[in-house]
């Protein structure tokens, strides 16, 4: 029997390389990687520039705390905010630390406005924002919540991407509205460009927050370093971690200048948090990304794969359904089960991941080619025909 707490099944691939979109399976096969760590390797595997950027930072310090200043902490955090919104950045190591940053600071910020009684969250059916308790209890889905009551409280929900019920939830309790600009686990729902603008008026008009969880839809993922640039808007308090150091973990939080001046020395913290090492894979990756062209190659490869992936959906319809998505964050809707295209797709050699309302997610490295793509539409087209058999 494992040793390892059985949290996540029991899985029957193990890997032990990876070079660009590929992976190479323990057992000596080669997998193509549209899972991407669950769009984490954003530059696919063995980046030259990432690898060298963690080798030159291990052989100098690994990590000596936030007792101290950390040099990469600073660049990280300044790029990051002038590629976004004025705000301050608070490094973590993953999403959901991320997400619980942005909370604490919403709580803190009406606080320190003597509006201590604004401290509810309104959150959105479907989300996910990690799966710490204050994360399963803002995203309230059962599967996430059986067994660990009590949640905490603070947090009131409504159907994603209907502005009616948002504003009828809003009370003088509400401190915030988070939401996924386009909701991942969820199953790739897309917040439309109207709905977020009129999130952000209704946000100012109730004097509440607007806290967007781009953990998944940030570091390029949608073919803008945010999701929410593709719109006019502007978040207050921003979460983003998986690409962001390419498969070194580490988040963030970014909030505005307004709101994170609320925040002082002892009001949070990580031992971990914005590590040299991190900062080093964080910098790199953005290094990259905002690189020339990184960003257009994006789009033009979501362009190239959403079309490939629509015509297989045609071709194939007894199997799959609605293809969506914003960039290279894809989903294509299937009418057996989702598990079981992934699984047909792992033996013809492609990885890729479930997401809710039976979905499965197409999400490769940002790095991916057109011919990679050809390669994956491809092993779909075979998997379905096998599936119609
Ligand atoms: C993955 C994810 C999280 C949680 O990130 P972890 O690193 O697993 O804690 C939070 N929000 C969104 C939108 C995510 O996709």
Redesign the pocket.
Known sequence: MSSIMPTYGSPSISFERGEGVYLYSTEGKKYMDFCSG?AVSALGHGHPHLVNAIKDQAEKVLHFSNLYGIPGQERMAQRLVEETFPSTVFFCN????A?ECGLKVVRRYHHEKDNPSRNRVITCTNS????TLA?ISAAKQEKHMAGFSPMLGGFDQVAFGNLNEMRAMISDETAAILI?PVQ??GGINDASEDYLNKLRETADEFDLLLFL?E??TGMGRTGKLFSYQWTDIKPDVL?V??GMGGGFPV?ACLASEEVSSSMAPGSHGSTFGGNPLAMAAANAVLDVMLGDGFLDHVQEMSVILHKGLLETAKAHPKILGEVRGQGLLTGVECKGSNTDLVKKLEEEGMLTVAAGNNVVRFIPPLIVETSHIEEAIFLLHHACTDLEN
Do not use: L, M, P
Not at 94 to 97: K, L, M, Q, R
């Open positions: 669950i993953s999403g959901a630390e997400v996910f924002h990690g799966r994360t996924e991942g686990e969880d953990v998944q979460a971690a998986k988040g």
